[in-house]
């Protein structure tokens, strides 16, 4: 395939994903809603991303302990030391385009950061936040 065909083609392929994962992003934020969640905010979010909870053996863990300060960097897991490609959809299109996927990666770091499950105002307030960088 020709170059000047090929960069369009990709170009259109980032924008098709940034899109998808609007719509995605824009319906779970709707299913929060329902569930008695709403006025989402970044704000909130970006203080959950970095509030520390109290972890096995009382060391500290938050979203930062793996993704770092920074969600348009990439991160490293805190005990298999794997890396982790950054959550922000601005700098990884692919992000945040699966409910599916966000719904499971919510629920296994919720648990293990939070201790338990995270509420639909949480989800909504740290996709709001994800979602804007």
């Known amino acids: 395939m020709k170059r000047q065909t090929l960069v369009p083609l990709l170009l259109l392929g980032l924008m098709l994903s940034a899109t998808a994962g609007a719509t995605v992003v824009d319906e779970l ?8 969640a709403g006025g989402f905010s970044a704000d909130r979010g970006r203080a959950l991303w970095a509030r520390e909870f109290t972890g096995e053996a009382g060391a500290p863990r938050s979203c930062v ?6 969600p348009t960097q990439p991160g490293r897991h805190v005990k298999t030391n794997k890396p982790i490609d950054p959550l922000a959809p ?8 699966d409910g599916k996927e966000i719904e499971k990666w919510f629920k296994r770091n919720c648990d293990w ?3 338990r499950e995270c509420t639909p105002q ?6 709001t936040y994800l979602r804007q960088l």
Do not use: Q
């Open 113 to 115: 950061t939070l201790g």
């Open 122 to 127: 949480e989800k909504g307030d740290v996709l």
């Open 90 to 97: 601005s700098v990884a299109p692919r992000r945040l385009t």
């Open 65 to 70: 302990t793996c993704h770092g300060n920074d």
């Open 29 to 36: 934020l709707g299913e929060y809603r329902a569930a008695g």
